[in-house]
């Protein structure tokens, strides 16, 4: 198992920008995929962003494509998710997950990730 902590949420204004962390407890973080999900009231959590165990590969939602970057640092067990550009509907609860795969195939199946965080909330003020 691997625990998982993510920081970095707050309230920020439209048009602004956040980096989200995600910190894991794992002596093995090299060989997880990770990607980032969210929550807003009352849906269903959804796909944001996943990366590869290497960093080798990404894959966004098509809503944040080309305002949210998926990066890691493997020497520091570090995810992180740069979200510019905000705009409202961003508002919800973020979690990182991991996903135990040595693979640069990534999945927007958000069962097959197997660790999660307890989630961090950005709110974006119009």
């Known amino acids: 198992q691997v625990q998982l902590v993510e920081s970095g949420g707050r309230l920020v204004q439209a048009g602004g920008s956040l980096r989200l962390s995600c910190t894991a407890s794992t002596r093995t973080f090299s060989m997880y995929a990770m990607g980032w999900f969210r929550q807003a009231p009352g849906l269903e959590r959804e796909f944001v962003a996943a990366?590869?165990?290497?960093?080798?590969?990404?894959y966004y939602a098509d809503s944040v494509k080309g305002r949210f970057i998926i990066s890691r640092d493997n020497a520091k067990n570090m995810v992180y998710l740069q979200m510019n550009s905000l705009k409202p509907e961003d508002t919800a609860v973020y979690y990182c997950?991991?996903?135990?795969?040595?693979?640069?195939?990534?999945?927007?199946?958000?069962?097959?990730?197997?660790?999660w965080g307890q989630g961090t909330q950005v709110t974006v003020s119009s």
């Open positions: 997950a991991a996903r135990n795969i040595l693979s640069s195939v990534l999945t927007t199946d958000r069962t097959a990730y197997d660790n």
């Open positions: 990366i590869s165990w290497s960093g080798g590969s990404t």
